[in-house]
Each structure stands twice: as structure tokens, then as C-alpha cells.
């Protein structure tokens, strides 16, 4: 069974930068593709960014380009994602995924994290 634990939300001012964690334990969680998703109050989860198991391959959803960078590091089954000039609609639980192709819906992904809040102030 993987596990994955988030860390590194916390609130932000608008334009300000956050990284977020994932730590990941489990049968040969370093062979599968991670990500992240996230949630809106009031809305359903949505794609923010794949990365392969490799690392070779990572995927981001429009809104976030330029401005995410998804990395791993295998050695320490961990997931990063970097988020920079934070806007507020970026405020949402972000939860991290494995388990699943490299683009999907939530319904793709076997693993969840418990999630971390973002909050980021106008």
C-alpha cells in the first residue's frame, strides 16, 4: 500500500511563492507517476501537474504553466511542487496523487494524500 504525506502549504500573499512535499512510502512507489491535484471550496478536484517516474515527463494543467515546476527525487520517494507568482484562485487543497496515467481525471488515481491547504491573499 502507498502512503503519501503532504507538507508546505501555509498561507501566501499574491505573488509570493510556495514549494510543496510529497513524501511517498510503499511497494515500488519510485516506479510510478505522481502528481498533484487540487480543490477549490464549492468546486470538484481538478489536474494540476504529472510527473513521470522517471521524471523525464511532467505535464501541467494551462492555468498553472510558467508557473509550477513538478520535480521527484527517487532517492527520497519525494515530489515537489514548485508554485510561484501565486494568484488567488490558486487557493485550494492541494493533494497529491500516484497510481495513474500521466493525464487524468481524479477517478484515474489509486493514492491520495491527505492534501495541504494553499491560501493566498489579495
Known amino acids: 500500500q502507498v502512503q503519501l504525506v503532504e507538507s508546505g502549504g501555509g498561507l501566501v500573499q499574491k505573488g509570493g511563492s510556495l514549494r510543496l512535499s510529497c513524501a511517498a512510502s510503499g511497494p515500488n512507489v519510485e516506479y510510478n507517476n505522481m502528481g498533484w491535484f487540487r480543490q477549490a471550496p464549492g468546486k470538484e478536484r481538478e489536474f494540476v501537474s504529472t510527473?513521470?517516474?522517471?521524471?523525464?515527463?511532467?505535464y501541467y494543467e494551462d492555468s498553472v504553466k510558467g508557473r509550477a515546476t513538478i520535480s521527484r527525487d527517487n532517492a527520497k520517494n519525494t515530489v515537489y511542487l514548485q508554485m510561484n507568482s501565486l494568484k488567488p484562485e490558486d487557493t485550494a487543497v492541494y493533494f497529491c496523487?500516484?497510481?495513474?496515467?500521466?493525464?487524468?481525471?481524479?477517478?484515474?488515481?489509486?493514492?491520495w494524500g491527505q492534501g495541504t491547504q494553499v491560501t493566498v491573499s489579495s
Open positions: 510527473i513521470s517516474w522517471s521524471g523525464r515527463s511532467t
Open positions: 496523487v500516484a497510481g495513474g496515467p500521466l493525464v487524468g481525471d481524479a477517478q484515474s488515481y489509486t493514492y
